[in-house]
């Protein structure tokens, strides 16, 4: 008889960004499906999703995948419910609409490996060293934090997790992977998945990791954003700059509505400086970084035939409110 530890991840309550939570569960002649996880519960009153004397919230598992590091273990995403079976508010995934997997996305994370003694970046310069020399750098006098990097890299792609790049960025130990799924629902259960690996590895190395948009405060060093690049089928074969226009403006109207589930402290990242379009406006344009929405040059000469990257999220947002909002804003172009 063999006996599985299936990890249970899931995301808290707190506001104005959530948390990863996870606990174990210890199971015998486990047989790796996601059908063969059962529900389970937790004390949301601790995790500020409920009340104490009614603290019962449920763990509904949504994903599956191999644990790359735990002997016969499996990391179960899950989706939070109430204990009437409802989704509860914290539950971002449940507002998805792509029933049919219609819309792909990919996601740039980008984040700070930063040091809990120092509470700085690991390898921040002590001087007046300018940010620049630090992306896609090599070499121990520019590079910082490589080694787990690559270790979040393999136990991701051993995990089965779709991670399609990563490279250093543009400050001191400042860092960035991308990801990428067909269906907007797995595209967030892998983001997630891989933020909890990453927190996970960076305790073996006594580091935190950084999501805050703007984590060195008012200063010329970038901050940190987890832009969203998204297509569906008209946008990957629709062969037309007037419906990319077209598609591009109905995200023009709801500028408000996208900043609110776009990351918290995001007015401090998105400045207008380092790449970013101001938060108080809203602009379009091919191959334009400091644009809201960019068209990849790409698309352009594939005929219009592609995608578009929404570079407004913060590093701490939410991938799933993320997809939820840009699928609503597409469909009603």
């Not at 080694?147 to 792609?157: F, G, T, W």
């Not at 990791?209 to 008209?234: C, Q, R, V």
């Not at 352009?300 to 991938?319: A, F, H, I, T």
Request: with cysteine; aromatic share 12%.
């Amino acid at each position: 008889m063999s006996k599985s530890k299936l990890e249970y991840i899931w995301l808290d309550g707190y506001k104005p960004t959530q948390n990863l939570r996870s606990k174990t569960k210890v199971v015998e002649d486990f047989d790796g499906k996601l059908e063969s996880c059962s529900m389970w519960a937790f004390d949301g009153s601790s995790t500020q999703q409920a009340e104490g004397g009614s603290s019962d919230c449920l763990l509904k598992p949504v994903a599956i995948y191999p644990d790359p590091v735990r002997k016969n273990g499996w990391l179960v995403m899950n989706e939070v419910l109430n204990s009437d079976g409802s989704a509860h508010e914290s539950n971002g995934r449940a507002n998805i609409d792509d029933d049919d997997d219609d819309f792909w996305f990919g996601f740039e994370q980008e984040y700070f490996l930063w040091d809990p003694e120092t509470n700085l970046p690991i390898g921040f310069p002590k001087d007046d060293t300018p940010q620049g020399q630090f992306y896609c750098s090599v070499g121990a006098k520019n590079n910082f934090g490589r080694e787990v990097m690559d270790r979040h890299l393999d136990i991701c792609l051993d995990a089965g997790i779709n991670v399609e790049g990563t490279n250093a960025e543009v400050a001191a130990g400042q860092w960035e992977f991308q990801t990428f799924a067909k269906g907007a629902a797995k595209s967030g259960d892998e983001m997630w998945v891989a933020r909890y690996l990453l927190e996970r590895l960076a305790e073996e190395y006594g580091l935190a990791i950084e999501y805050h948009p703007k984590p060195l405060g008012d200063t010329d060093w970038n901050g940190s954003g987890m832009h969203a690049n998204f297509s569906n089928t008209t946008l990957r074969t629709c062969g037309s700059k007037e419906t990319y226009e077209k598609i591009c403006e109905a995200f023009r109207p709801v500028v408000k509505e996208h900043i609110a589930v776009y990351g918290a402290f995001n007015d401090q990242r998105l400045t207008g400086k380092h790449e970013t379009q101001s938060i108080h406006e809203f602009s379009y344009g091919v191959s334009d970084r400091g644009a809201s929405i960019r068209i990849p040059i790409m698309t352009v000469e594939n005929g219009y035939k592609g995608w578009l990257e929404d570079r407004r999220p913060s590093s701490n947002g939410d991938p799933y409110k993320i997809a939820a909002i840009i699928i609503k804003t597409v469909k009603s172009a």
